[in-house]
């Protein structure tokens, strides 16, 4: 016999570990699936925002960075050639993916969400007030019926179904790249961002809670082949900057990420929500994507948690209309910086005057740092 469930999250990553907690919180029946085993190694920036972490803060979670031990980041380097220039940063941490994730999966798990790793799921049809899923697993497949299902399951998404509900890929997207070094050179200390511009890309470095080198970079898709591979595109931005090379060969990695930036498909049909990297993405440039997850999973919580109860289309309006005004700010800046960093010669001459005026660049690091705000205030189950 097929299990109803009230709500199914497909993806465990920030914002589907968030939102499953959240919603569990509220009294759901929740069921978190992800194709991956935990802990996990994911390309990212390792990067939090003051805004991440004040999302979490508000929720209960603050502790968490702080077992995890969290790196505080005081710098943000920038290299654009051979130009440089200092930023201050505050509040902003470094922790790993690995870490962070099981984390979030653990404390879903402490609410009374039921977890199962191992799953890949398959969209269903849509049938008397339930989405069926189809999941295979190592012990076989089988089928679940929700009330409810979140999409959380990053760039791609788990549930596209025709063409309106697919994420579009912008023109001239970027791919993302990630390693990691179990050391790597003594110049790219702790407590800092490195971010070093190219022509064709840019690099960031940043230690993580262990000691451990993370890089993560944004690449135009021709200038990784024509370098031969993603170390190569890398190698080549580093020693345009005149600085340190990588190791050889890194403990994690090399891996990539489809293309980066995504216009948005439909966030909402019926019964369905999506959430976080799968409701569409901008290249974040020093932490924001995980304030974006961690938003949208706090305000998708008591609207999908109150459409569990019984579905209207009244639960798909507000969330199509609260994630478009959650998203735009925060996103909207990092579309202009990495259109910036598209543009060699501007961004030698920009980071030129931050090097003597560090302080023009505080608006907008601090546009950057700021939690997206979701306007749910008026809605009967906010």
């Known amino acids: 016999m097929t299990r109803v469930r009230g709500v199914a999250v497909i993806g465990a990553g920030p914002a589907g570990s968030l939102v499953a907690r959240e919603m569990a919180r509220r009294g759901a029946d929740v069921l978190l699936l992800d194709r991956a085993e935990f802990p996990r190694w994911k390309v990212c920036g390792s990067c939090m925002s003051p805004g991440s972490a004040s999302i979490l803060e508000s929720v209960g979670l603050g502790h968490v960075l702080q077992r995890l031990g969290a790196v505080p980041l005081t710098a943000l380097r920038l290299s654009a050639g051979r130009v440089r220039a200092t930023l201050g940063l505050s509040r902003q941490v470094a922790v790993s993916r690995e870490a ?41 497949r089988s089928e679940i019926r929700a009330r409810v299902v979140v999409d959380a399951a990053g760039l791609v998404g788990a549930t596209a179904g025709s063409d309106a509900d697919r994420s579009v890929v912008r023109p001239g997207s970027r791919v993302g790249l990630g390693a990691v070094f179990k050391e790597g050179p003594s110049e790219y200390e702790p407590g800092a961002i490195h971010m070093v ?11 993580v809670e262990d000691g451990r080198l993370n890089v993560a970079a944004a690449f135009d898709p021709a200038a990784v082949s024509a370098a031969g591979s993603p170390a190569g595109a890398v190698a080549e931005v580093l020693s345009e900057a005149g600085l340190p090379s990588l190791p050889e060969s890194p403990l994690l990695g090399w891996r990539g990420t489809p293309a980066l930036t ?7 049909s019926e019964r369905l929500f999506r959430v976080g990297d799968a409701a569409g993405y901008v290249e974040p440039f020093t932490g924001e994507g995980m304030a974006w997850a961690f938003s949208g999973a706090c305000a998708l919580a008591p609207i999908a948690t109150d459409a569990a109860r ?38 030698r001459v920009t980071v030129r005057i931050l090097a003597h005026a560090p302080g023009l660049a505080r608006p907008v690091v601090r546009l950057v740092e700021s939690p997206p705000r979701f306007a749910l205030e008026a809605a009967p189950w906010a």
Not at 102 to 114: F, P, T, Y
Not at 197 to 207: A, D, K, Q, S
Not at 262 to 268: E, I, L, N
């Open 262 to 268: 995504r216009a948005p498909g439909a966030v909402v």
């Open 100 to 140: 962070l994730d099981h984390a979030l999966i653990q404390e879903a798990v402490d609410a009374g969400v039921q977890f199962m790793p191992g799953s890949r799921v398959r969209l269903g049809d849509l049938a008397s007030g339930h989405q069926c899923l189809h999941l295979d697993q190592v012990g076989g």
């Open 197 to 207: 511009m190219g022509r064709y890309g840019y690099v960031g470095l940043v230690r």
């Open 310 to 347: 019984e579905w209207t289309p009244a639960h798909a309006l507000a969330w199509s209309q609260a994630h478009g005004q959650g998203s735009h700010r925060g996103q909207a800046v990092c579309r202009a910086v990495a259109w910036g960093l598209r543009q060699p010669r501007l961004s």
